[in-house]
């Protein structure tokens, strides 16, 4: 399995950017779907995250401006990003929940990280 995450670029405070991670492989199911970021010398950062069963949550700080949702595309996760600010800034990664094959063990597979700044 391979994720494949883009979208991220440059974008003036209060723009907007949609980040897309796309898993292709052999895949059974998919549990759930997150959006982490990290910045240079701090700790990844979980910043929104989707069950299969559609409910979502997500970080304090990013609440009401961002959305985690799926569906335009199979095993596609999709990060809809308003009103950015420039502490939004950092590395954006995805991070799912794979099952490969029927009975068979549920894993965690990442994207390769994608960058998102926010000039003010």
């Known amino acids: 399995v391979q994720l494949q995450a883009s979208g991220g670029g440059l974008v003036q405070a209060g723009g907007s950017l949609r980040l897309s991670c796309a898993a292709s492989?052999?895949?059974?199911?998919?549990?759930?779907m997150n959006w982490y970021r990290q910045v240079p010398g701090k700790e990844r950062e979980l910043v929104a995250a989707?069950?299969?069963?559609?409910?979502?949550n997500y970080a304090h700080y990013v609440k009401g401006r961002f959305t985690i949702f799926s569906g335009y595309a199979e095993n596609t996760v999709y990060l809809q990003m308003n009103s950015l600010k420039p502490e939004d800034t950092a590395v954006y990664y995805c991070?799912?929940?794979?099952?490969?094959?029927?009975?068979?063990?549920?894993?965690?597979?990442w994207g390769q990280g994608t960058q998102v700044t926010v000039s003010s």
């Open positions: 492989g052999t895949i059974f199911s998919i549990n759930a």
């Open positions: 989707r069950t299969s069963g559609g409910a979502t």
């Open positions: 991070n799912l929940q794979i099952r490969r094959v029927f009975g068979g063990k549920m894993r965690d597979y």
